[in-house]
């Protein structure tokens, strides 16, 4: 019986210490990992089945199983079932602290064009696709994704909570001065100065561009560029 007791023991404090290394496991995934256009709860189905946090979960629930098993006291067996439930709200409670983590460092809240070392023309297309996105009120959260060129600057950003993103830029490009020249629910564009500015809403986010008036948006109808897929896989 003291055997069993103390086996039991051991095995409660080793689940504990699994579930916590967990935990921290699963906070640094969806640091690095975590979409940041996501829900709390959709980041943690996503990484329990993605990422380690599934494998570590499964080895806590067969310790804490094993422990329950081989336990001769209530307060033991409660323990048991216990470990991996609090594994799961820690896990839980982590991921947005994760994701909010990642958003700062990983995005920012305006597109960013302009880049140092850039050369002839292509700094000069940047500094006047900078000045068409600065003009702007923008939404969602912004990467360094996207491609820049002589005909204009395109950047993609995630946007958590389903917003819409076409209903924004009809109130913020007028606002700004921008006569929406085309708008069909798919997309959108606008005209100022002979600057050009398009927005697409994708999956989790969306993409803009900026660039001159005769330009085609992202490049799209040049060759080489006729077929390119403007919203990535994976924003």
């Keep these: 019986m003291t055997g069993r007791l ?51 979960l499964g080895l806590v629930a067969v310790v804490a199983m094993i422990g329950f098993m081989i336990s001769t006291r209530r307060w033991m067996r409660l323990t048991a079932v216990a470990i991996p439930v609090l594994m799961l709200l820690g896990m839980f409670a982590v991921t947005p602290a994760a994701l909010g983590q990642k958003m700062e460092s990983q995005f920012v809240s305006a597109p960013q064009c302009v880049t140092e070392g850039t050369a002839e023309p292509m700094a000069s297309a940047d500094r006047e696709a900078q000045q068409a996105f600065d003009s702007i009120s923008h939404i969602g959260h912004f990467s360094g994704g996207g491609m820049s060129g002589v005909g204009g600057c395109s950047r993609w950003f995630k946007l958590p909570g389903g917003a819409d993103v076409l209903q924004h830029y009809r109130g913020a490009l007028p606002a700004a001065g921008w006569e929406v020249v085309e708008d069909d629910g798919s997309h959108l564009r606008a005209q100022l100065d002979g600057r050009a500015f398009y927005v697409m809403p994708c999956p989790g986010g969306g993409v803009i561009w900026a660039g001159s008036d005769d330009e085609p948006s992202f490049g799209q109808g040049r060759p080489g560029l006729a077929g390119t897929e403007i919203c990535p896989h994976d924003l």
């Design 6 to 56: 103390v086996s039991a023991a051991v095995l409660l404090v080793v689940g504990a210490g699994l579930a916590v290394l967990a935990v921290m496991v699963h906070y640094e995934f969806m640091r690095i990992y975590g979409d940041v256009s996501g829900t709390p709860l959709e980041g943690l189905t996503w990484g329990l089945t993605a990422g380690p946090s599934g494998l570590g």
